[in-house]
């Protein structure tokens, strides 16, 4: 692991806007391209060459996991060494499953309290990441975790604090800020440090402003990951505040963003067509699940009262629920219990669901 910059040298995020040309062409690699390796001589065949911990190596057997993706043969190993890792890849391509690996592997057998907090943008992502921990921890006897987002009552949290404080606290930056703040969740003992989707998080003044505030709460000495499916090149100078010497994986080309196999089709509409089509292409399609997305609360409550009316089964899913309600309609789609769901831009970036295989944009993305 190496020292973190000291908490007065972090990122003043009122004066962004002068950050050194020489910082935003070294992420770009025009300058210092030491750290940008071509990973010819990184090559993994299984998990098993990787070395994890026998407990891993039985969690990925019952998940069925053999061999790595490209961003994992990449990234494990150096995170393994305890490197500050700073990682652009594609959706679907195994990022979770880095930083949850890399974490429980570097564990002490008896880790203290709150060694790992890792944050993301929304409470459903947090969700899900928590989820991730379930997985790959089942075989550990001295290691829990928690999430923490808005939304539940604060006691609730503050009790299991200090009543059960966690290994592992997964949630969003605002409520981790209030009980950090409050004195209720302490980060003096932690270890490993994350962001998902860190571009979100960083890109939004006042979360960004958050996660410095929560970031100089924490030990100079301890290992930082930042992960995002995108990550432009405004904002990886602003990453690179809060590490030292990342290693960094960056993939550039923007067709690479998408997945191989998958297809994408525009279709034009005036605006009083748009139910038409949507009602005959989820008629004509084979679909398992499908995701709508579309542009505000209003629009996807009324689409999906459209839907439901025609008979179909939709649920919607957006920010003005409440905690319990949207992550109840999570969990429903999740287990396959619903098949089509309508949502806000609340689920464009970082939730997994398996068995989505059609997306439909009702609306024109903002971005």
Same mark, same amino acid.
């Given at each position: 692991?190496?020292?973190?910059?000291?908490?007065?040298?972090?990122?003043?995020?009122?004066?962004?806007?002068?950050?050194?040309?020489?910082?935003?062409?070294?992420?770009?690699?025009?300058?210092?391209?030491?750290?940008?390796?071509?990973?010819?001589?990184?090559?993994?065949?299984?998990?098993?060459?990787?070395?994890?911990?026998?407990? =891993?190596?039985?969690?990925?057997?019952?998940?069925?996991?053999?061999?790595?993706?490209?961003?994992?043969?990449?990234?494990?190993?150096?995170?393994?060494?305890?490197?500050?890792?700073?990682?652009?890849?594609?959706?679907?391509?195994?990022?979770?499953?880095?930083?949850?690996?890399?974490?429980?592997?570097?564990?002490?057998?008896?880790?203290?309290?709150?060694?790992?907090?890792?944050?993301?943008?929304?409470?459903? =992502?947090?969700?899900?990441?928590?989820?991730?921990?379930?997985?790959?921890?089942?075989?550990?006897?001295?290691?829990?975790?928690?999430?923490?987002?808005?939304?539940?009552?604060?006691?609730?949290?503050?009790?299991? =604090?200090?009543?059960?404080?966690?290994?592992?606290?997964?949630?969003?930056?605002?409520?981790?800020?209030?009980?950090?703040?409050?004195?209720?969740?302490? =980060?003096?003992?932690?270890?490993?440090?994350?962001?998902?989707?860190?571009?979100?998080?960083?890109?939004?003044?006042?979360?960004?402003?958050?996660?410095?505030?929560?970031?100089?709460?924490?030990?100079?000495?301890?290992?930082?990951?930042?992960?995002?499916?995108?990550?432009?090149?405004?904002?990886?100078?602003?990453?690179?505040?809060?590490?030292?010497?990342?290693?960094?994986?960056?993939?550039?080309?923007?067709?690479?963003?998408?997945?191989?196999?998958?297809?994408?089709?525009?279709?034009?509409?005036?605006?009083?067509?748009?139910?038409?089509?949507?009602?005959?292409?989820?008629?004509?399609?084979?679909?398992?699940?499908?995701?709508?997305?579309?542009?505000?609360?209003?629009?996807?409550?009324?689409?999906?009262?459209?839907?439901?009316?025609?008979?179909?089964?939709?649920?919607?899913?957006?920010?003005?629920?409440?905690?319990?309600?949207?992550?109840?309609?999570?969990?429903?789609?999740?287990?396959?219990?619903?098949?089509?769901?309508?949502?806000?831009?609340?689920?464009?970036?970082?939730?997994?669901?398996?068995?989505?295989?059609?997306?439909?944009?009702?609306?024109?993305?903002?971005?």
């Amino acid at each position: 692991m190496e020292d973190n910059q000291p908490a007065e040298e972090v990122l003043d995020y009122d004066e962004i806007d002068e950050i050194e040309d020489k910082e935003a062409q070294a992420a770009d690699g025009e300058t210092g391209g030491e750290n940008k390796l071509t990973y010819s001589s990184i090559h993994s065949t299984s998990f098993k060459d990787h070395m994890l911990k026998y407990e =891993l190596q039985r969690a990925l057997q019952d998940c069925g996991f053999e061999n790595p993706s490209e961003v994992q043969q990449q990234c494990i190993p150096k995170a393994k060494m305890g490197v500050d890792v700073l990682c652009q890849a594609k959706s679907g391509m195994g990022k979770t499953a880095v930083f949850v690996l890399t974490v429980l592997d570097q564990l002490d057998e008896k880790p203290e309290p709150c060694s790992c907090l890792v944050m993301g943008h929304t409470r459903e =992502l947090a969700f899900q990441i928590k989820k991730e921990f379930d997985r790959f921890t089942k075989y550990f006897k001295n290691v829990t975790s928690e999430v923490i987002y808005g939304g539940i009552p604060k006691k609730q949290h503050i009790k299991m =604090l200090k009543e059960t404080p966690p290994t592992i606290v997964v949630g969003t930056p605002g409520r981790i800020l209030d009980l950090t703040m409050g004195g209720h969740l302490k =980060l003096d003992k932690l270890k490993y440090f994350v962001l998902d989707e860190c571009d979100k998080m960083l890109e939004e003044v006042g979360m960004r402003r958050d996660i410095q505030k929560i970031f100089v709460k924490t030990p100079h000495q301890k290992q930082v990951m930042m992960f995002s499916a995108t990550m432009d090149k405004d904002i990886r100078p602003i990453c690179k505040k809060f590490m030292q010497d990342p290693f960094e994986v960056f993939i550039d080309d923007e067709t690479k963003l998408t997945l191989h196999g998958l297809q994408q089709y525009i279709v034009k509409l005036e605006e009083k067509d748009k139910n038409r089509k949507l009602h005959d292409l989820l008629d004509a399609l084979l679909f398992n699940q499908v995701i709508i997305f579309v542009n505000g609360v209003d629009r996807a409550k009324a689409l999906n009262g459209v839907l439901l009316e025609s008979g179909f089964p939709s649920v919607c899913i957006h920010s003005r629920m409440g905690q319990e309600e949207r992550i109840s309609i999570y969990k429903q789609f999740k287990d396959l219990e619903k098949r089509i769901m309508i949502s806000t831009e609340i689920f464009g970036r970082g939730i997994d669901f398996q068995g989505v295989n059609i997306v439909i944009n009702y609306d024109m993305p903002k971005a």
